[in-house]
């Protein structure tokens, strides 16, 4: 269904065929002058905080890459508040799919991909430079590394969309009786809520999505001796990231249903 | 005993309001949008759920379509709870709000549709068929291929109408869908609605606030006020319970104050002509005979409220049993 949804929103995007390239355009020049801005920072720093720069670069590659296919997948999950403030949606209840996929396929580009290239790039330059002992459990570790990462940004996005069903319903209450009068103003408030829930979701499991993973795969000790279990922990904080994520929005659901907008 | 299509018992919709009561203290307070509403549609009936704006007509669609739970009392649409069961539901039913599409705006119409079809997981075959009855019914071969975005509100809604009913509903809920639209394109629509009630024999629930919509569609009416029901029954029963007044209009020689005959006022004056409300108990010919007594009258008219002054009569709260709030049985 998500599949279905995508596509639809690809031949929509491609009724506009100008804007489509300017902005395919205008996302390959930022993530390459993100690129050139990394090469050229380590051009300088060879090593940072006793990493080389094919360590560091493995470390930002993993991360950005697992960041970006789960804003692919799930970025749009953060404009919930938006449709609950339009009434949107209530026409997405009425339809037999689950008003997440209907949200996170929304706009769905295939200029999103755009923001894997310069994550691809720096993983795949990290791979070849970086100096370690490639055994098969390592080798391993790497694919388990983004898939856990993406898994864990996914309940993010997830997590962070459904506090806007609480956060929104504040003014949900007034909006039953202004019928969104005073609306607008009050919209600055929600977007400093979300940016700190946000701020606060992202940094906490943050760790599991390549820090501690890559400890094991860079064969490094864990500067805050953590139990060598924890290298391994990824999978299993991204299982419960993301159950958190479905219980979430099942409760803001509920709350949205039981309270109305 | 069939099933059913909805059923209501006791359904309470209350909402918390917080309001600024001067500082940043908020007080809360437990607002009943729907308050104790009961009433059962049968399979292939045609009803029309009126009521001012704010007294619960949308808070109560939105619970039949399980977008909102209710907060007390018990509500079956399909045979199924709302709330609980709200995708298998979608499947069964048609929504369709006036005031906001379902179709995917810059999708021109027929991928809308065909999207519909894969949401739905309605079978190609019938989809085909079922398209070309819908495009032949409400005449949509000639914008199929216009994105959404460029369609008129009235083909929009013909648009949003096919997209409702593409997976065969058993019910069809409408809010307000001949809003905005002009005089042909209301037309089509009604022409359409009576047609996919008598021959599929889909059951219909609209709300509207406009006159044309019910005294053309529907043969029951339902009456929702300050979130109560205030009247279900049949059209031609609610235009004999109301006491309808009836609208006199004299045509004086010449403009003058507002002329008082037993007791009533003119309640309008245009130049020589006034308008007077006479209450059901007046005896007309005795107020006619007494104007011509006492005012040179040139031209004198006598008519029967319509629908719509029943209504107001109605939303005004003009009449005794409403004030009662005493719900009219049919």
Redesign the interface.
């Given at each position: 269904m998500y599949g279905v949804l995508a596509w639809a929103w690809i031949r929509a995007a491609a009724q506009y065929p100008v804007s489509m390239v300017l902005l395919a355009l205008a996302t390959a020049l930022v993530t390459g002058l993100d690129v050139a801005a990394i090469l050229l920072l380590f051009a300088h720093a060879p090593r940072i905080a006793g990493f080389t720069a094919p360590e560091v670069l493995f470390l930002y590659g993993t991360s950005a890459l697992a960041f970006g296919i789960s804003d692919i997948v799930l970025g749009t999950t953060e404009r919930l508040g938006y449709h609950v403030r339009q009434g949107t949606l209530d026409t997405m209840l009425v339809r037999p799919v689950s008003p997440l996929v209907q949200i996170a396929t929304e706009e769905f580009s295939p200029r999103r991909f755009g923001k894997l290239v310069p994550a691809v790039l720096v993983l795949a330059y990290a791979l070849t430079r970086v100096d370690v002992a490639w055994t098969a459990g390592r080798a391993a570790m790497v694919p388990v590394m983004v898939a856990a990462g993406t898994a864990i940004f996914g309940g993010l996005w997830v997590l962070t969309g459904a506090v806007q069903f609480v956060l929104v319903d504040s003014h949900g209450a007034s909006k039953s009786v202004t019928y969104g009068g005073g609306f607008l103003t009050q919209y600055p408030m929600t977007m400093f809520a979300r940016d700190f829930v946000r701020g606060v979701t992202f940094v906490v499991p943050l760790a599991f999505v390549n820090w501690q993973p890559a400890l094991y795969v860079l064969d490094r000790p864990d500067p805050l001796g953590l139990p060598e279990a924890a290298r391994f922990a990824s999978p299993a904080v991204a299982a419960l990231v993301c159950g958190a994520g479905a219980l979430a929005w099942r409760a803001g659901l509920r709350h949205y249903r039981s309270t109305g907008s | 005993m069939p099933v059913p299509m909805i059923e209501a018992a006791d359904v309470v919709?209350s909402?918390?309001?917080?309001?600024r009561s001067g500082g940043p203290r908020r007080t809360r307070t437990s607002?009943r949008?729907v308050d104790g509403v009961s009433f059962t549609v049968e399979p292939g009936e045609f009803v029309g759920y009126l009521g001012p704006n704010g007294a619960g007509k949308s808070?109560t669609i939105?619970m039949l379509?399980?977008?909102?739970?209710a907060?007390a009392g018990t509500l079956r649409v399909c045979g199924l709870d709302p709330?609980r069961r709200?995708?298998?539901l979608?499947?069964r039913?048609g929504?369709v709000?006036g005031q906001?599409?379902?179709l995917?705006?810059?999708?021109p119409l027929r991928?809308s549709l065909a999207?519909v079809r894969?949401?739905?997981?309605v079978e190609a075959a019938a989809h085909r068929a079922r398209l070309a009855e819908l495009t032949a019914l409400l005449e949509l071969e000639p914008f199929l291929d216009t994105?959404v975005r460029q369609l008129s509100l009235g083909q929009r809604m013909r648009g949003d109408l096919a997209a409702a009913l593409l997976h065969d509903p058993e019910l069809l809920v409408l809010d307000e869908p001949t809003i905005g639209l002009d005089v042909v394109s209301k037309a089509t629509v009604r022409d359409f609605l009576a047609r996919v009630n008598a021959e599929r024999g889909t059951t219909v629930l609209l709300t509207t606030h406009d006159l044309g919509d019910i005294e053309r569609l529907c043969r029951r009416v339902m009456i929702i006020d300050r979130g109560r029901l205030a009247y279900d029954g049949g059209l031609d029963a609610l235009r004999r319970t109301v006491d309808a007044d009836r609208l006199l209009v004299v045509e004086l020689a010449r403009p003058g104050p507002p002329v008082i005959v037993d007791g009533i006022e003119a309640e309008r004056v245009e130049g020589p002509r006034q308008w007077l409300r006479l209450p059901r108990a007046v005896n007309a010919a005795a107020v006619i005979a007494a104007l011509a007594r006492d005012h040179e009258v040139r031209d004198i008219a006598l008519r029967e409220a319509g629908i719509d002054e029943v209504l107001a009569g109605l939303y005004r709260g003009d009449h005794a049993y409403w004030r009662s709030g005493r719900p009219v049985a049919p």
């Open positions: - | 919709k909402f918390t309001v917080r309001t607002v949008a808070t939105k379509t399980g977008i909102l739970t907060s709330s709200r995708t298998s979608a499947r039913i929504v709000f906001r599409t379902t995917w705006w810059d999708l991928d999207l894969r949401l739905y997981r994105p």
